[in-house]
């Protein structure tokens, strides 16, 4: 599967953005899918996880309350929306798939990854 993230852009800190991920290939509801970020300096770690069907999500303690994951596996599309955005939200979002029905936080765990895209938010 071919992914391809989009949605990043700059803003200021307390507001939303939505990224979102959309993914070729017939096989799209078989996967897990993954949103993980990696500011500058720093490692890539893990934001958010949702199940093949949509119906499971896990959160990094970070941005728990604040983003939401969600899927429309009739569009191929993964979303994330990100709200109360704060400065250290900073990073590059990738979206990322596994075919499991658990919810990997290890980016090991991932076998597709898109190309990322940047979030800036000033204070």
């Known amino acids: 599967v071919q992914l391809q993230a989009c949605g990043g852009g700059l803003v200021q800190a307390g507001g939303s953005l939505r990224l979102s991920c959309a993914a070729s290939g017939r096989t799209f509801s078989r996967y897990a899918m993954g949103w993980f970020r990696q500011a500058p300096g720093k490692e890539r770690e893990f934001v958010a996880a949702?199940?093949?069907?949509?119906?499971?999500?896990n959160y990094a303690d970070s941005v728990k309350g604040r983003f939401t994951v969600a899927r429309d596996n009739t569009k191929k599309m993964v979303y994330l929306q990100m709200n109360s955005l704060k400065p250290e939200d900073t990073a590059v979002y990738y979206c990322?798939?596994?075919?499991?029905?658990?919810?990997?936080?290890?980016?090991?765990?991932?076998?597709?990854w898109g190309q990322g895209t940047l979030v800036t938010v000033s204070s």
């Open positions: 949702i199940s093949q069907g949509g119906g499971t999500t």
């Open positions: 990322a798939a596994v075919g499991t029905l658990q919810l990997p936080t290890r980016q090991n765990r991932y076998d597709y």
